[in-house]
């Protein structure tokens, strides 16, 4: 019943920035939290950043300072803006939600977007 679909992935160079974006479409009533995380071939998938539905943040550590994470309702989008870019950051970066579906009944249940990759360049 829900699709998110992140983009503004790509090749940057570091110190660079980038912005990415996730779409949440379907049959969505409400959206609480809102997160990105991050995953690079044989590790674990790191949650980078997350905002609740009132706009609290926060942020892995590694990226406190860098990132900035933001959401805009209306639009049941959140962004992921990543300044200040290191070979470290490169990464499939993931949207994931938590989502209440406009079917009466259904809980509240988390989504995941199929990742845009992020490449960052020495």
């Known amino acids: 019943q829900v699709q998110l679909v992140e983009s503004g992935g790509g090749l940057v160079q570091a110190g660079g920035s980038l912005r990415l974006s996730c779409l949440a479409s379907?049959?969505?009533?409400?959206?609480?939290?809102m997160r990105w995380y991050r995953q690079t071939p044989g590790n674990q998938r790191e949650l980078v950043a997350a905002?609740?539905?009132?706009?609290?943040?926060n942020y892995a550590d590694s990226v406190k300072g860098r990132f900035t994470i933001s959401r805009d309702n209306a639009k049941n989008t959140v962004h992921l803006q990543m300044n200040s870019l290191k070979p470290e950051d490169t990464a499939v970066y993931y949207c994931?939600?938590?989502?209440?579906?406009?079917?009466?009944?259904?809980?509240?249940?988390?989504?995941w977007g199929q990742g845009t990759q992020v490449t960052v360049s020495s």
């Open positions: 379907g049959s969505i009533f409400s959206i609480n939290a």
């Open positions: 994931n939600s938590d989502v209440l579906v406009a079917i009466w009944g259904r809980p509240e249940r988390r989504y």
């Open positions: 905002i609740t539905s009132s706009g609290i943040t």
